[in-house]
Nanobody
Framework: QVQLVESGGGLVQPGGSLRLSCVAS????????MGWYRQAPGKQRELVAE???????NLVDSVKGRFTISRDNAKNTLYLQILSLKPEDTAVYYC?????????????WGQGTQVTVSS
């Protein structure tokens, strides 16, 4: 079984910073990508950032220049460094892992960590 556990969320003031972590455990192979998604109340879950197995990254336009996605393979951990937080960043942030057993692509999700940006 694959498990993803997020941490690092909290309540911060606008302009503040957070670093989210996602620890992966279990038997994982053929990883396509890992990423962070977020979901605000009443809105669809959206991709924030992802990193592919070869190290390429993709970020949604609204977070470019402020968010950085990275991974530590030795610790099986995915990170999201968030700078200059804005109220519109408020959401539950979810860790995602995509892996493939051809021809099927599988998705695993963490339970989420709440990020609230408010003065």
């Amino acid at each position: 079984q694959v498990q993803l556990v997020e941490s690092g969320g909290g309540l911060v003031q606008p302009g503040g910073s957070l670093r989210l972590s996602c620890v992966a455990s279990g038997s994982i192979s053929n990883i396509v990508a890992m990423g962070w998604y977020r979901q605000a109340p009443g809105k669809q879950r959206e991709l924030v950032a992802e990193i592919t197995s070869d190290g390429r990254t993709n970020l949604v336009d609204s977070v470019k220049g402020r968010f950085t996605i990275s991974r530590d393979n030795a610790k099986n951990t995915l990170y999201l460094q968030i700078l200059s937080l804005k109220p519109e960043d408020t959401a539950v942030y979810y860790c995602n892992l995509k892996w493939k057993v051809p021809p099927v692509l599988y998705d695993y999700w963490g339970q989420g960590t709440q990020v609230t940006v408010s003065s």
